[in-house]
């Protein structure tokens, strides 16, 4: 599993606290929190309640947007019932990135929360210390500041005009691009000598997408993770894995009528498995990708794993 980010904040003050409700379909049969649920942890935190305060939402006025350019998704081994009192404490940074002559090259909001409440499963054995109150999962979402609706060669947002607002944000941020993503981890024992298309090609239809008239960002990570089942499968391990971790990088969006392949390269780390690939057009090179993923999985427990039929 790759290492989680560490944000230094600039804004102390920046915090904020939601409750967090699931969905019966947000929790695996042993209690796990699906990847895709913890998100909205972000939402209800740290644009909920921070962003819409700040005084830089006046932006939005000048075109500008933040848009989601990479995700960090960490669960716990720790289960959980569906109904907990789960909660969600987020944070916020305003920060800038610079080149090697310390020149602005992007302008990021960064968005990071933790989701906690009580051990426990719904049906079967219950854990050990069942009802404490631990940490469930950990997201971080990066998003660079940009003008999507201008013209080409006008989107890069590399200062701020808003008053009483500081141009140019203190903090200093690093963005992971897509070639980072991509190369083998040390640790890792890769199972394919390079990247392969998955046998089944992503196929987009209006399903996939939301209101920003594109394919939804949290749509990458569940096809990802079934390409990556089928591709530890097509290695004869054995599939009844979790989703303990997961890394996007965003370059570009899908778009529903679109037909892009999924090339992946399956590994081991520290005896458990993963995946990483990226997604383009049938024959594109990496670096064309509309987006690259690093997928870590965990073994599930046997104990609680659902009831047999009768």
Known sequence: MSSFPVVLENEPAA????????????????????LA???????????????????????????????????????????????????AQGGMQIAREENA???VQALVLNMFSEVSGPLGRSFGPQPEGAGKRVRLARVFAEHTFTK???????????????????AI?????????????????????????????????????????????????????????????????????????????????YRKPCFAGERIVCNIRAFTRDGQPGAVGYVAPAGAPPEKAHCALRLSFRTASRSGAGMSPT
């Open 37 to 87: 649920s913890l998100l909205q942890s972000v939402g209800s935190t740290g644009f909920a309640q921070l962003w819409v305060k700040h005084p830089l939402i006046a932006t939005f006025a000048q075109g500008i947007l933040p848009i989601l350019t990479r995700l960090v998704i960490h669960t716990d081994a720790s289960p959980t019932r569906l109904g907990a009192p789960l909660r």
């Open 169 to 249: 944000p203190e903090a200093l941020h690093t963005r992971k691009l897509l070639p980072a993503l991509l190369a083998p981890e040390p640790g890792d024992t890769l199972l394919d000598a390079g990247f392969a298309p998955d046998v089944a090609p992503w196929v987009f239809g209006m399903v996939h997408t939301d209101h920003n008239q594109h394919v939804n960002s949290l749509v990458y990570a569940t096809l990802f993770e079934n390409s990556a089942l089928r591709r530890l499968s097509e290695h004869g391990l054995d599939t009844r894995l979790h989703a303990a971790a997961i890394e996007i990088v």
């Open 101 to 103: 002559t310390h020149e």
């Open 15 to 34: 915090r904020a606290e939601a409750p967090l409700a699931l969905r019966y379909e947000d929790l695996t049969q042993d209690g796990q929190i699906k």
């Open 148 to 166: 999507p609706f201008a013209a080409a060669g006008e989107r890069k947002v590399l200062s701020f005009d808003i008053p009483g607002q500081p």
